[in-house]
């Protein structure tokens, strides 16, 4: 007899797109799915859940078109960078004080 077995979509193996960074303003960060525009992220990377967070939540943003798309999305990825940049710096500077202490 087999035993039954809920089918967990998290478990599936989704790639991210390169192609969704365009079209949909999202990111890979770390194994997350990103969006640039309002630094949420989706639960399951699939080309249905961004498109439906994307057409919903930022209709505004699909005017922009051509280079200027491209310019504000490499804008918006490079502000991101810096503050992955900065927390990961603070994180760095508070385990050496936190090391220190325990050596005291």
């Given at each position: 007899?087999?035993?039954?077995?809920?089918?967990?979509?998290?478990?599936e193996n989704r790639q991210?797109?390169?192609?969704?960074?365009?079209?949909?303003?999202?990111?890979?960060?770390?194994?997350?799915?990103?969006?640039?525009?309002?630094?949420?992220?989706?639960?399951?990377?699939?080309?249905?859940?961004?498109?439906?967070?994307?057409?919903?939540?930022?209709?505004?943003?699909?005017?922009?078109?051509?280079?200027?798309?491209?310019?504000?999305?490499?804008?918006?990825?490079?502000?991101?960078?810096?503050?992955?940049?900065?927390?990961?710096?603070?994180?760095?500077?508070?385990?050496?004080?936190?090391?220190?202490?325990?050596?005291?």
């Open positions: 007899m087999a035993a039954n077995r809920k089918r967990k979509v998290d478990n991210f797109n390169d192609d969704w960074t365009v079209q949909y303003c999202f990111v890979e960060q770390h194994t997350n799915v990103f969006c640039l525009l309002c630094h949420s992220t989706v639960a399951v990377a699939k080309v249905s859940n961004i498109k439906r967070h994307y057409e919903t939540k930022h209709r505004d943003f699909h005017n922009v078109v051509g280079d200027e798309r491209t310019a504000q999305i490499e804008s918006l990825r490079r502000s991101l960078n810096r503050q992955e940049n900065i927390l990961s710096k603070q994180t760095a500077d508070f385990s050496v004080a936190c090391e220190a202490s325990y050596e005291i």
